[in-house]
């Protein structure tokens, strides 16, 4: 059973910066792709950036290119959200999602149906 434990949420100014953290059970993240999701009250979740552990990219969505960078610590077992620049609509709950590579069926990096195992969240929130 994979068990991802979300870290670094919390409150920032705009403007201001957050790391997020996700701890991995395993050694996993080079078998497994790994995305960041997020949740905004009243809305669907969103993809926000995936590490494929397949040809090593890293994708973004467009609202967060150039502002969040997401890398991996594989002797931690912990993948990270560096997010910058942040902004009031940036605030929502944050997942971590890691995509099993038995599975039989993908259906983009930014879907929620494309993975397996999801942490808790940790919530960010951004105002003055």
């Known amino acids: 059973q994979v068990q991802l434990v979300e870290s670094g949420g919390g409150w920032v100014q705009p403007g201001g910066s957050l790391r997020l953290s996700c701890a991995a059970s395993?050694?996993?993240?080079?078998?497994?792709?790994i995305a960041w999701f997020r949740q905004a009250p009243g809305k669907e979740r969103e993809g926000v950036s995936s590490?494929?552990?397949?040809?090593?990219?890293?994708y973004y969505t467009d609202f967060v290119k150039g502002r969040f960078t997401m890398s991996r610590d594989n002797a931690k077992n912990t993948v990270y959200l560096e997010m910058n620049r942040l902004k009031p609509e940036d605030t929502a709950v944050y997942y971590c999602a890691a995509m099993s590579p038995y599975r039989g069926t993908y259906y983009g990096w930014d879907s929620v149906a494309s993975y397996d195992y999801w942490g808790q969240g940790t919530q960010v929130t951004v105002s003055s």
């Open positions: 590490l494929s552990s397949t040809n090593g990219r890293t």
């Open positions: 395993g050694s996993i993240l080079d078998y497994y792709g």
